[in-house]
């Protein structure tokens, strides 16, 4: 096969791939509370499963990457597909909201197989040079596929019932399959040289268990902050997560093959961004989440209405992502992010001086500062991190980008709620955007060290089948 068929193929399976999970996270949020009437279940129970999920693919994204580095990329996304359509397909007959919860933590680890995938697959397959452009246009079409998630989860959970939200990620899931299948087996990919090793050699498990309890407890301790009547038990996930945590980097510091390469954490060209990308996604979410109470319960919107007056977010992220490889070409990566970083500051600023008096063009503004900013911010950092290893570990920077910006939402919401106390979200938009502001600022700051031009990783590879 030519390489230029050869790549159209992996962009659009990763294409397929990553947008097929940012379809099913957002469409399934305005099934909620259809899925609750209709299995009898209480608002503790749904949470959970999308907490549920949330946890399990947090935990397991890295050595997700890991399996992927060693066995082929190809492969773990085939499997991570094929699994998220199964847990898909058996949600949607599920009899009861047990079923529900257990099946979307099943769905949560094929998608922690998935979603670094994606970017393996294109770290694989493009020059290290050339990845701004694929990323990119991935990027983009998450945005745009979180864009239309809610608006075609609300019309299919209208018409037909919160069942068919599910029936409708078989779709893309079925697409991302067959270009999956479709790609060579072994092209650009460590599938080319099978390993000889015993099963688990050079995989670190016990690592990677440390470090799945780690996020778990840190991502459970998250989510549940915002709803604890007593702060005891989000504090002592967190006193937890600190506790593994150092024992993870006793562990790696000890092994012969770790999980997380101290050079690679330290590497100026993959901590930085991962910062800048956790800032970003926790300034976001962080501001999103007391300005979409304040469209419903200040202004009195209805979700269609509200929906609208978010659409600049989703839009000038598509652009900003869609033009990033031009201006990263142009006036370099650091100039890019940090562009973005400000606009991401000052679309929580301004979003802090929003009242009940204010207009659908203040608000839309709001909106499209933050999705322009975070969206340059996104594909930019997201092409550092992943040009900036090997290929033989683009599975392990894939499952740190995304762990970061599954974090991050729970970061910034969490902070956003500590901040307005005991004041309903839509009434304290005010302190909550202001706060949202200082890990925007910090991200800026990060973002001075990135590089000024695309950095082009050592010719020589590292090899695959000896980590």
Not at 171 to 185: C, E, M, S, T
Not at 458 to 464: G, N
Request: glycine share 12%.
């Amino acid at each position: 096969m030519r390489p230029r068929h050869r790549r159209g193929l992996v962009l659009t399976a990763s294409i397929t791939g990553a947008a097929l999970v940012a379809v099913d996270g957002t469409a399934l949020t305005v099934a909620r509370p259809a899925l609750q009437h209709d299995l009898h279940a209480s608002v503790t129970a749904v949470q959970w499963a999308g907490t549920g999920y949330l946890v399990a693919v947090a935990a397991l994204l890295v050595f997700a990457g890991r399996l992927g580095d060693r066995y082929g990329h190809r492969r773990v996304f085939i499997l991570g597909v094929t699994g998220f359509a199964a847990c898909s397909l058996g949600i949607a007959l599920a009899p009861g909201i047990g079923w529900v919860i257990a099946l979307r933590v099943v769905q949560g680890m094929t998608g922690a197989l998935l979603q670094p995938a994606t970017l393996g697959m294109l770290r694989a397959t493009w020059p290290a040079d050339r990845l701004s452009g694929p990323i990119a246009v991935r990027t983009a079409a998450i945005g745009l596929a979180a864009a239309a998630g809610p608006l075609v989860g609300g019309a299919l959970t209208a018409h037909f019932g919160w069942r068919s939200v599910f029936v409708l990620g078989l779709l893309p899931a079925a697409a991302a399959l067959l270009a999956g299948i479709a790609v060579p087996a072994g092209a650009g990919t460590s599938e080319a040289r099978p390993a000889r090793r015993a099963p688990g050699a050079g995989l670190d498990l016990p690592g990677a268990a440390l470090l799945g309890l780690t996020l778990a407890c840190l991502v459970q301790s998250l989510v549940a902050m915002p709803d604890a009547g007593r702060p005891a038990g989000p504090v002592l996930g967190l006193a937890a997560a600190g506790a593994l945590a150092l024992l993870l980097a006793r562990h790696e510091r000890r092994t012969a093959h770790p999980l997380l390469p101290p050079e690679l954490l330290r590497s100026t060209a993959v901590a930085p961004p991962l910062g800048v990308l956790l800032a970003a996604s926790a300034a976001l979410q962080g501001t999103l989440f007391p300005a979409t109470y304040f469209l419903q319960d200040v202004l009195g919107l209805d979700p269609l209405q509200s929906a609208v007056r978010a659409a600049p977010l989703a839009l000038t992220m598509i652009l900003a992502a869609s033009c990033s490889a031009w201006s990263t070409r142009r006036h370099g990566e650091r100039a890019v992010v940090l562009s973005g970083m400000t606009l991401v500051t000052a679309g929580a600023l301004l979003t802090a001086c929003l009242g009940p008096g204010s207009g659908t063009v203040a608000i839309g503004g709001c909106f499209a500062l933050l999705g322009a900013g975070f969206g340059a911010v996104m594909a930019t950092a997201t092409a550092v991190v992943v040009r900036g290893v090997s290929a033989a570990r683009a599975g392990v920077a894939g499952g740190l980008q995304q762990t970061v910006l599954n974090i991050g939402p729970a970061l910034g919401i969490a902070l956003a709620t500590t901040v307005a106390g005991h004041t309903a979200p839509g009434a304290a938009l005010a302190p909550a955007a202001l706060a949202m502001a200082v890990p925007a600022a910090l991200g800026t700051l990060l973002a001075v060290r990135l590089p000024g031009r695309a950095a082009v990783p050592a010719a020589r590879p590292e090899p695959v089948a000896h980590p």
